[in-house]
């Protein structure tokens, strides 16, 4: 059972988060609050598995409230559900080590597919956001390489929770006109199913694909996939 608590000023809001959450027989749902003194009060008498909470609150910033709500519950997730996609706002998010980000606009029913995700360690963005997502990332990889071109990145310079990218030096790896084509793809925020639909390829394959590429590159996930593949200069247009 996964233990959730939604923090959110309209109580509209959270009634629409909860009516979602309850066709769910694996959701519970234990609490939930309008402002960040909410926020506080719950994670610390609760210690939830997840956290769903807008940073607009009423009473403070939530993106400056996430450090003292990890320090109070370091094992509890958060996934931000807001209507901000500025790129200003999720590069902040980013650099915080949240690694679940949706838009409200978003349909609903994603909901519970993103906090499954969480719950098991991976990351999950709203379609919006994906390219501005990748640019932090890659603000980052820039920032890093103009201090050493060849080291890997840093647990300082990496945003805690998407995982540090495993050591960034090529050592026999390459990848095939049909892997730099799928990972660019991957780079540009495109879906399973959207890459399939692209390169006129099964999802399965796909997936199959993409397993080999992180087992090949000694990475864990897509996203530090393509931390390596940015690195490395293993996309096309990363060449000189």
Do not use: C
């Not at 000023?9 to 979602?20: L, M, Y």
């Amino acid at each position: 059972m996964i233990r959730i608590v939604i923090i959110d000023g309209k109580e509209s809001e959270q009634q629409r988060v909860q009516a979602t959450l309850a066709f769910h027989s694996d959701f519970e749902v234990v609490g939930h609050g309008k402002d960040g003194f909410d926020a506080l009060t719950l994670v610390g008498k609760l210690t939830p598995d997840i956290m769903i909470m807008d940073t607009r609150l009423s009473d403070t910033n939530g993106i400056k409230l996430i450090p003292l709500l990890k320090s109070k519950s370091p094992y509890t997730a958060y996934l931000i559900l807001t209507s901000l996609a500025e790129e200003a706002h999720l590069t902040k998010i980013i650099n915080l080590g949240i690694t679940a980000y949706l838009l409200k606009e978003t349909d609903m029913d994603t909901l519970p597919l993103a906090i499954r995700t969480l719950y098991t360690g991976g990351h999950f963005f709203s379609p919006k956001v994906h390219d501005k997502v990748f640019h932090t990332l890659l603000d980052i990889i820039k920032t890093n390489k103009a201090a050493d071109t060849r080291s890997s990145l840093t647990d300082a310079a990496w945003p805690k929770g998407l995982g540090k990218a495993r050591s960034q030096k090529t050592v026999n790896v390459k990848f095939s006109a049909a892997e730099q084509r799928l990972i660019s793809l991957v780079v540009q925020g495109y879906s399973n199913e959207e890459i399939a639909e692209r390169l006129s390829l099964r999802g399965g394959t796909v997936r199959n694909y993409l397993s080999a590429m992180i087992q090949k590159t000694g990475q864990r996930n897509r996203t530090q996939l393509v931390v390596f593949a940015l690195n490395n200069g293993l996309l096309p247009q990363s060449r000189n």
